[in-house]
């Protein structure tokens, strides 16, 4: 770990078989101005949620032209926030960040009116050196490099004071509301358990209690998925993606190892290894739908760290696309957005049909064999 020149942690996490790099290449030379005040949280007594208060954010970089990019390599005509003539993975403390960067504990018994600092982290995580591309070209090696850095800070920001959550994900495409181009995405480390991931803390929660704690939700809902097949999308030795039966969103299929772990730094190394190649096989298969890339949120659950979601909550991929054709969005409107009751105007078994059926042309357009696991079709599916 290094610091940039106001302060912020760096990290590089090299690909297996890159040579050492000097540490004097590293060295960020820049002079950056203070790091921002933190932002605010207030609790919402109506919903009882948080609400990061971030005003500060409206001046953060917005789709800069490429040869400003703020995550690509150092050069002399561009400093940039990765002090490093190259790199292979770096994640590095945002500089107009959500939350953070002190981290500490949120009021217990917040009401109406309570407000607190924005404690917790925001952290990029930059996939590739490489200025243009996506996730779904990086290759396995590198996928496997992302992976451990994943592990490492999910790790390091859980044992952060305070932190109750951590959550990494990516957003890929404009129409997401990306404003970096560069491959890249980010971890939340919430000093709160976030809304959504409570709703799920309390359904695996409860079906854990039932089952006396034998069984985790996730991986009942895998078996269920698998025995019946017709969403199956791809079935491996420790992990399997499937569309789930009441699919909120146009395109979506959760990814989920077999062994119920809570979070990516539990993972082994074998598991890890067909983690990134079934990773990048669902990325390509999302491309693969549509002639344009697909828009997408790549959203990583891990078990909250409070003792008692930890024990019942898995680690699981929920990615998601609001297009629901080539040139058409789902927009959050009335029903998902004020209320949270979703419409899908797509049919779960029809997806997961589409996307089983584009691994066929993805061969045909020349995916290396070896970054084309196996067959990985599902016994059960209908043909
Ligand atoms: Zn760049």
């Given at each position: 770990m290094s610091r940039l020149a106001d302060g912020r942690e760096i990290l590089f996490f090299d690909d297996a078989g890159t040579a050492e790099r000097?540490?004097?290449?590293?060295?960020?030379?820049?002079?950056?101005?203070?790091?921002?005040?933190?932002?605010?949280?207030?609790?919402?007594?109506?919903?009882?949620?948080?609400?990061?208060?971030?005003?500060?954010?409206?001046?953060?970089t917005h789709l800069p032209p490429a040869d400003q990019c703020p995550i690509c390599p150092t050069t002399p005509a561009n400093q940039t926030e990765i002090p490093a003539p190259d790199y292979d993975v770096a994640v590095f403390e945002n500089r107009f960040p959500s939350l953070g960067p002190a981290t500490h504990d949120v009021p217990a018994a917040p009401d109406w009116g309570t407000t607190a600092p924005a404690v917790g982290r925001c952290e990029v995580v930059a996939f590739t050196p490489q200025h243009a591309g996506s996730f779904a070209e990086l290759g396995w090696k590198r996928t496997r490099t992302v992976i451990d850095a994943w592990a490492h800070r999910t790790e390091a920001l859980s044992a952060l004071s305070g932190i109750q959550q951590v959550f990494p994900f990516e957003n890929r495409g404009a129409d997401i509301g990306v404003t970096l181009h560069h491959p890249h995405g980010q971890i939340y480390a919430y000093p709160y358990v976030t809304p959504r991931a409570a709703v799920l803390a309390a359904?695996?929660?409860?079906?854990?209690?039932?089952?006396?704690?034998?069984?985790?939700?996730?991986?009942?809902?895998?078996?269920?998925?698998?025995?019946?097949?017709?969403?199956?999308?791809?079935?491996?030795?420790?992990?399997?993606?499937y569309v789930p039966f009441a699919a909120r969103w146009p395109l979506e299929v959760h990814?989920?190892?077999?062994?119920?772990?809570?979070?990516?730094?539990?993972?082994?190394?074998?598991?890890?290894?067909?983690?990134?190649?079934?990773?990048?096989?669902?990325?390509?298969?999302?491309?693969?739908?549509?002639?344009?890339p697909t828009p997408y949120i790549a959203a990583w659950h891990q078990a909250p760290l409070e003792p008692a979601m930890r024990q019942a909550g898995q680690l699981h991929l929920q990615l998601t696309s609001p297009r629901r054709a080539a040139d058409k969005l789902k927009y959050l409107a009335g029903s998902e957005a004020a209320m949270g009751a979703f419409i899908n105007d797509t049919r779960p078994e029809s997806v997961a049909a589409r996307l089983r059926d584009v691994a066929g042309e993805l061969a045909a357009v020349g995916i290396p064999a070896a970054l084309a696991p196996a067959p990985l079709t599902p016994k059960g599916a209908p043909a």
């Open positions: 000097p540490p004097e290449s590293l060295v960020d030379r820049r002079e950056l101005p203070a790091r921002p005040e933190p932002g605010q949280l207030r609790f919402d007594a109506l919903s009882r949620e948080w609400v990061a208060v971030a005003a500060h954010r409206q001046s953060r359904a695996a929660g409860e079906y854990f209690d039932h089952s006396d704690g034998t069984a985790t939700l996730t991986s009942s809902l895998l078996q269920a998925e698998r025995s019946d097949g017709s969403r199956m999308v791809l079935e491996g030795e420790h992990f399997s993606a990814l989920v190892p077999h062994r119920p772990v809570p979070d990516f730094a539990a993972l082994n190394g074998a598991e890890r290894d067909e983690l990134a190649h079934l990773y990048l096989e669902l990325l390509r298969r999302f491309d693969a739908l549509y002639p344009t």
